[in-house]
């Protein structure tokens, strides 16, 4: 063991004694950790001033209780977070997301990984995270309503343009945060439309923020083909998950030439041979409501399965775009048996580590969503900048500043993992590209 090796698992091991129980944390810090050995080895001066101890440790952490009344007249008590993790880059900035798995080991594992996917866009943002266990499904548009008015009541106080910039996520889309937006708007009596992001058209929102997620990862997908001499262009590619960030990236990815052979929900996944019909699609999802079963009453030729894995489909490429480690080693080892050659996370941590070595071992071209769905926060911060200024641009400009934000993070992730010998490696490179920012603010900044 080399010094640095036991310097990271002396801090690694402490975080696990102050932090019990949150194994998504744990999982999260674990990876970044295991990368920066390579840059401590290079520059130890990273570690200086407990750099790494402070990064690991949120600025601020917010929990609350969020009561609020049933259609039937029942009064529930759920619990609301935010958890604002480092803000040396700028405003702490990161989604929201209602729904029951939601805890703060959650909150903290997402929130982390937000301040490196941040500073990798190369835009002024710090990370934040937050959420409620609060689950929408099967619930009225008044009690949504109702829970987002009680959620925002607490959460007004911590929030502002300047200071924490709050977005979507699981469980919450443009009427969520039409519903929060309204909220802050009537307990500050202010119009302060840079609070939130992932606004309506109508009053502060920004074309192709719905779409960013998706599109910028597919954006990255292609980037990182090219490299190998390949596109999307014929390729036959599968998307879990069939919410804003799946049904954009199949969108794109079949805009771009590709057939997208499948898509899932949590209660199963369907298999679309012939590519999916993305207007049905989005009208089962964002408009009906219903589960993706209802997709295959519609067409034909597709079928629906609730009794196995989407990761058991053959493809060239995989884009997880559902939840956290909804990816394990078995399913890493039929994907890569049934010949998939890329992958780029569209959600949060959907790959568990042993998929992630399967596909290092493998030979498989990875890219992590630190890097591959940050187009989601980018375009939250092209919003920023149309808010501050009282603009708003066109579809197609916003949509290139998107493409090169996505072509950029990739050109750094690629650059930075070769300038660290671990060339294709682009977990350790998006890791050390995203931290050398966030540290360099840090050190300059003082023991704060
Ligand atoms: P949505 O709520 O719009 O969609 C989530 C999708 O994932 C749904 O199809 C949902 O199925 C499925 N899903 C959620 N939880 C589970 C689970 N436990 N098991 C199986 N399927 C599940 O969320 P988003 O599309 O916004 O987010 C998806 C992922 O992308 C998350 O990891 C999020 O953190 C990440 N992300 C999102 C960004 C954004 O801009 N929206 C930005 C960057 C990352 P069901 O409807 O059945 O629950």
Redesign the pocket.
């Known amino acids: 063991m080399t010094q640095v090796d036991e310097q990271v698992t002396e801090y690694y091991n402490k975080l696990l004694q102050r932090n019990a129980g949150e194994p998504e944390f744990h999982q999260a810090v674990r990876e970044v950790l295991d990368s920066l050995k390579i840059v401590l080895e290079k520059d130890p001066h990273y570690a200086d001033y407990g750099l790494i101890q402070r990064l690991c440790e949120p600025e601020r952490q917010v929990i609350f209780r969020v009561p609020w009344v049933s259609d039937n007249n029942n009064v529930h008590v759920s619990r609301g977070f935010r958890v604002q993790f480092n803000s040396a880059l700028g405003p702490y900035k990161g989604?929201l997301?209602f729904?029951p798995?939601v805890n703060l080991g959650i909150i903290k594992f997402?929130g982390f990984e937000q301040i490196f996917k941040n500073s990798l866009t190369g835009l002024p943002i710090g990370g934040g995270k937050g959420g409620s266990d609060f689950n929408p499904?099967g619930r009225s548009e008044g009690e949504i309503m109702r829970f987002c008015q009680s959620f925002m009541t607490e959460l007004h106080r911590h929030i502002g343009e300047q200071t924490d910039v709050p977005?979507?996520?699981?469980?919450v889309?443009k009427r969520e945060i039409g519903f929060l937006f309204g909220q802050y708007r009537r307990l500050t009596n202010r119009h302060e439309s840079g609070v939130l992001t992932g606004k309506g058209l109508s009053w502060g929102g920004s074309l192709v923020r719905t779409e960013?997620?998706g599109y910028g990862c597919v954006y990255l997908t292609k980037e990182m083909m090219k490299e190998h001499g390949e596109s999307l262009d014929g390729a036959e590619v599968i998307v879990s998950?069939?919410?804003?960030?799946?049904v954009y990236a199949i969108e794109k990815a079949q805009e771009l030439g590709a057939t997208v052979v499948g898509f899932?929900?949590?209660?199963g996944w369907v298999h679309t041979p012939n590519g999916v019909d993305v207007e049905l699609l989005r009208d089962i999802?964002e408009n009906r409501r219903e589960?993706v079963s209802a997709y295959v009453e519609e067409t034909t030729g597709d079928t629906f399965h609730s009794d196995s894995s989407i990761w058991s489909l053959a493809a060239d490429v995989a884009l997880p775009?559902?939840?956290?480690n909804?990816l394990t080693g078995e399913h890493a080892r039929t994907l890569v048996d049934n010949g998939v050659k890329y992958v780029a996370e569209?959600?949060?941590m959907?790959s568990t580590p042993e998929a992630i070595e399967v596909f290092r071992e493998k030979g498989v071209c990875f890219a992590p969503?630190k890097a591959a769905?940050a187009g989601?926060?980018a375009t939250s911060a092209l919003e920023m900048q149309q808010n501050a200024t009282r603009d708003s641009w066109s579809f197609d400009y916003t949509d290139e500043r998107l493409h090169q934000i996505m072509s950029n993070i990739f050109r750094v992730t690629a650059d930075t993992a070769a300038e660290y010998d671990h060339e294709g490696n682009y977990v350790i490179g998006a890791n050390i590209a995203g931290f050398r920012k966030v540290a360099d603010a840090m050190l300059a900044q003082g023991v704060i």
């Open positions: 989604g997301r729904h798995s997402l499904k977005a979507g996520d699981i469980g889309g960013a997620t998950g069939s919410g804003n960030v799946a899932s929900d949590s209660s999802k589960r775009c559902a939840t956290q909804e569209g959600a949060n959907p969503g769905n989601g926060v």
